[in-house]
Every structure is written in C-alpha cells, then in structure tokens.
C-alpha cells in the first residue's frame, strides 16, 4: 500500500487493472486489489492432492528408513524425493487401499529372499525367516537385513525396526513397540550391503523391500 499527498493520479479514485485508488484523511491511497478467485480443484487435482498428502504422511514418518533404502538408486534428487515419487506411483497401483502392503522401503537390485514368514511369539515379539536367494548373485553372506515394522492403526505410522541381523543367520527376532490392543502391523525386509553403499552409491549395494505379513496386537 502507498500514499501521496500530491497524486498523479490528481482526484481520480477507483481501479486500474489491479490497484485500487482512494482518497483516505485527505491523501490519496494506493492498493493492489486482493485477488478474490477461488477457483475449485477439479476431480483430478483433487485426487492427486489427496494421494500426495496420503503418501507423504507415510515417508515423512519413515523418513530414516527411506532416506537408506533409496540412497543408492538416487542420482541428482535426494532419496526422501525419489521414494516419495516411487510410492505415490505403488500406491496409485495398488488401487488406494486403506491397507499398506503397497509401501516401498528401498529400491535396488540386489536379491531380497524367497519363503519369508512371520510367526507371532509372546509379549508382542515376532519371528522373521527367509530363505536364500534363488540364485548366487548380488547378495552376500553378511548382508545387513532391515526389518521394519509398521503400527498402520496408529495416525503417526511409528514404527519399530532392526537392522542388527545378517543375511546368513536367517531368522530374527522383533520386539513390536508402542502398540495398543487391536492394533494392525504392516511387515517389510530389505537386505543392503552396507560398506558398498558407503564407498559408492550403486544399485545393486540394496534389495526392493519384500512385503512380509501383518500381525493384530491381542489384547
């Protein structure tokens, strides 16, 4: 907003394009025009604003975890934005399911592991198996296998996660925490060579993350 006690605009007041020009205490007032249209988002731009909020609220909570499992694969974007797109686009996929089994942890080409289970122990432990890669390439004995697991009841998406496993071992054993009775939990693994994706950002130092199963917290 300005003012001037000698206007050019001389005793003229009204608009101009988007000023508006008044007379205020005996001084001439300018003022852009707020801009008043509210235009509706269409169908389309609603659903894809809906979807990337849905997404982002799943990523920003596991921000750690992707930030690790899409390192290797990003080039000029930083992790979090490659897997925020990667996961907009799975769970467009997937038909917007309530559910997460479309979330996308990591993203490479090392192998994951065949006959994964899940088998639920007490005090909210769980057991994680898998089996050896059908094939013996890209994958290590030693590998770093991350077990995430994912409270989906919980508006926060918290999570409880193990990286302390190596591939050759197994099996691992998860403590589930902050849960509550009734609670649904989302299981997912990746497996990732750890000091290969320290010296140099490649593909193959990270496994696609596997789907597991889910659990129900008893009561």
């Not at 496993?165 to 693994?189: H, K, M, N």
Request: hydrophobic share 35%; net charge positive.
């Amino acid at each position: 907003m300005a003012r001037s006690d000698a206007s050019i605009f001389g005793d003229f007041s009204g608009r101009i394009v988007n000023l508006v020009v008044y007379k205020l205490n005996g001084k001439t007032v300018i003022r852009i025009r707020p801009n008043t249209t509210k235009r509706k988002p269409s169908v389309l731009q609603k659903q894809n604003r809906d979807d990337f909020a849905h997404v982002m609220h799943y990523i920003r909570g596991l921000r750690q975890i992707v930030d690790s499992g899409y390192y290797d694969i990003s080039e000029a974007h930083y992790a979090f934005h490659t897997a925020l797109s990667a996961n907009l686009k799975a769970y467009k996929a997937a038909g917007r399911p309530e559910s997460a089994e479309w979330l996308k942890l990591s993203e490479g080409t090392r192998l994951g592991a065949p006959d994964l289970q899940l088998e639920a122990l007490e005090n909210n432990r769980y057991r994680i198996t898998w089996g050896k890669p059908l094939r013996d390439y890209w994958q290590g004995r030693y590998d770093r296998v991350i077990i995430v697991a994912l409270n989906n009841s919980d508006d926060s998406h918290r999570y409880t996660e193990s990286q302390s496993t190596l591939r050759s071992q197994g099996e691992a054993i998860l403590e589930v925490q902050v849960v509550s009775p009734g609670d649904e939990i989302y299981f997912f693994i990746f497996f990732q060579d750890v000091d290969d994706s320290l010296r140099k950002k490649n593909a193959v130092n990270v496994s696609c993350s596997q789907f597991i199963g889910t659990a129900i917290i008893a009561e």
